[in-house]
């Protein structure tokens, strides 16, 4: 905020009064090198000791809109507060969305009916997934308005609009109503009066951005790791904010993390030795938090879902770090659940070749990023057979919050992964690559090398 700008002790300069009173233009150059141009009226002195500094800061802000209509107030901001209000949106946002989900989540394993479809490319969609895409989508037009708002999202409103999907629909209007009445709940304000099936259905048909390399768009995955939603297991919550091709936001909802990450594998577990686990109950058990990152940060924070969270120990945000371990016999890699979505064998052999020895960690859904920037793993893999492209909002969320975690996120090739392209990480090398540090990554990378061409990718 102009706070900073002006009172921030890392100024390389600090402005004098006689500077203030007689400049036309004036500059700061801040610790994150941005360079800041202001007119400034000579009638304001904003710096005189007469005012507090809650008045200097308006006197200042509003001689500078005043003379610079054409500055937005982002503009007025510096580095680290530049996303703030969008951070703050989305952050509510995705914590609703957990809390729906949740309820979602509830009912489907308590009754089997329709929330579940099979979309045309034969992967799963549920009325969570739709409703989320609306609650969210809603939110931020109603925050930044929706002309300024695009949004690239996975689904869309053909199965939805068919006349065969009245109940369909009519399941999603009333998951997303309930949703938004508890709006206030989380610091947001909700719909006058509940939205009807065009509005709904309007929110979702908002998210047709395809992204590119210029200007703004968020990325949503409203369920990400359907199958492991519908099996009562790990699932995501993912939104992220891109500009100018760059990830500057990631927030990732993970209402079914436990807090005791051995819990991470549990159905996979209670799968393979089905009636000698007792599996938690799901009221009982600790679970569910939202990551979240700023681009350029150094940080990336962990806060309790809520508005209850049943986290006695997580009452507000902490900052996380990825794992200090740097031996890969020490090491925990994760990867999809299916084989289908990931090549087994060859992260098998990869990891063999660098020397882990831990059992792979398989877990749906952008929980392995989770897991990677909370340090409960070091690497996350994935290899999707020959001709699949990956998908952006499978990835900008998770991306950015290792990163400033401390990890790295890259393809096979080593590059940085490629979110201004459309809707799908064009151009990704062999597969993804997510590693606590450097050195880990560098071995997976040499190892990937030595074994592609006899894989059968
Ligand atoms: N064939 C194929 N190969 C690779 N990836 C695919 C494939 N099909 C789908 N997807 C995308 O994978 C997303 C789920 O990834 P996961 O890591 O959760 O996979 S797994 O369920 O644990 O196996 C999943 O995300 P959601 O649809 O949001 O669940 C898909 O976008
Ligand atoms: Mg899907
Ligand atoms: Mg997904
Ligand atoms: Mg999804």
Not at 25 to 33: A, V
Not at 207 to 235: A, E, M
Not at 379 to 388: C, N, T, W
Request: charged share 20%.
């Amino acid at each position: 905020m102009v706070n900073s700008l002006l009172f921030h002790p890392t100024f390389s300069s600090q402005p004098s009064s006689s500077t203030l009173e007689q400049t036309t233009h004036f500059s700061f150059n801040l610790k994150h090198k941005s360079l800041f141009f202001f007119l400034i009226p000579p009638r304001i002195n904003p710096t005189s000791s007469s005012l507090s500094n809650n008045t200097k800061i308006s006197c200042l802000r509003s001689s500078i809109m005043e003379t610079n209509p054409q500055l937005t107030p982002l503009v007025l901001e510096s580095a680290e507060d530049k996303y703030s209000n969008e951070f703050d949106v989305a952050v509510k946002a995705v914590q609703m969305a957990c809390s729906l989900c949740q309820r979602v989540q509830q009912g489907l394993i308590s009754k089997t009916n329709s929330i579940v479809q099979s979309k045309d490319d034969n992967s799963l969609v549920t009325i969570a997934d739709w409703s989320v895409q609306a609650t969210i989508s809603w939110i931020l037009s109603e925050s930044f308005g929706s002309t300024n708002v695009s949004i690239v999202a996975e689904e869309d409103v053909e199965a939805l609009s068919k006349p065969e999907a009245t109940d369909l629909l009519d399941s999603v209007v009333q998951t997303v109503n309930q949703c938004l009445a508890e709006a206030p709940q989380f610091g947001i304000k909700g719909p006058l009066t509940p939205l009807n099936k065009e509005e709904v259905l309007d929110a979702i048909r908002q998210c047709n951005s395809i992204g590119g390399s210029s200007g703004r768009f968020w990325v949503l995955d409203p369920v990400d790791g359907t199958l492991g939603f519908v099996r009562g297991d790990q699932y995501a919550v993912a939104l992220a904010l891109v500009e100018d091709g760059e990830v500057v936001l990631g927030v990732l909802g993970c209402p079914n993390y436990p807090l005791r990450k051995e819990w991470l594998s549990y159905h996979q577990r209670y799968y393979r030795i089905i009636s000698k686990l007792t599996p938690p109950n799901s009221e009982s058990w600790d679970k569910g938090f939202v990551l979240c990152a700023k681009k350029g940060s150094g940080k990336a924070w962990m806060e309790p879902l809520l508005p209850q969270s049943k986290l006695v120990c997580l009452k507000s945000p902490r900052p996380i770090y990825v794992s200090h371990i740097e031996d890969p016999a020490m090491a925990t890699f994760c990867e999809p659940v299916e084989r289908a979505n990931s090549s087994h064998s060859f992260t098998a052999g990869l990891a063999h070749s660098v020397g882990v020895r831990k059992e792979p960690l398989r877990v749906y859904s952008m929980v392995k990023y989770a897991a990677v920037a909370r340090g409960d793993a070091e690497i996350f893999m994935k290899f999707a057979r020959s001709g699949y492209k990956e998908k952006i909002w499978d990835h900008a969320a998770g991306t950015i919050i290792i990163q400033e975690a401390g990890g790295v996120v890259t393809d096979a090739g080593g590059q940085p992964l490629d979110f201004s392209n459309g809707i799908y990480l064009e151009g990704l090398d062999r597969g993804i690559i997510a590693c606590a540090g450097v050195h880990l990554h560098e071995r997976i990378i040499r190892a990937v090398d030595a074994s592609w061409d006899s894989s059968c990718l």
